[in-house]
């Protein structure tokens, strides 16, 4: 079944990835459609926020545990509103690794069943400028943060 799936994604971070904006966020929302979720373990419907946990190895060999979770209680609360996959459990590796918004993570299955986890750092950052309503300056950090599947 190795190559019924995406072999690779990637995620350009966020600073809510990162946690650098310091709000409390449940982990790196995976988009529901297409390729992407087809990378990570099909965790269905039939019970309330199922989770699956994996395990990525990096280039020094270090093994990381992650979380992919389906928030789902939508479906089994009655004032439920939640309906979405998010990878949960990266903030240590982000911090050990010290990266930040702008740059990139990359998931991969290996063909011997190991999965890896890279970075690359982002080299050029977009800083748009805009002035807001009280006449004061503001700079914002522009990146696209979506998944990617890429060939690996």
Avoid: C
């Avoid at 903030?91 to 990266?99: A, D, G, S, V």
């Avoid at 748009?128 to 990617?148: M, N, Q």
């Amino acid at each position: 079944m190795y190559d019924s799936r995406p072999h690779a994604v990637s995620k350009v971070l966020s600073m809510n990835d990162t946690g650098e904006t310091g709000g409390h966020q449940a982990g790196i929302l995976v988009p529901k459609g297409g390729e992407v979720l087809r990378f990570f373990p099909d965790l269905g419907n039939e019970e309330k926020n199922p989770r699956s946990a994996l395990y990525f190895v990096d280039e020094s060999g270090k093994s990381w545990k992650f979380n992919f979770i389906y928030y789902n209680n939508r479906f089994f609360d009655e004032n439920g509103t939640r309906n979405e996959y998010r990878l949960t459990g990266m903030i240590k590796y982000f911090r050990e690794n010290n990266l930040k918004a702008g740059d990139t993570v990359i998931l991969i299955h290996l063909p011997d069943g190991t999965d890896e986890i890279r970075y690359k750092r982002e080299t050029t950052l977009v800083l748009r400028e805009s002035v807001t309503p009280y006449g004061t300056a503001r700079k914002r950090l522009v990146i696209g943060s979506d998944w990617k599947v890429i060939d690996y």
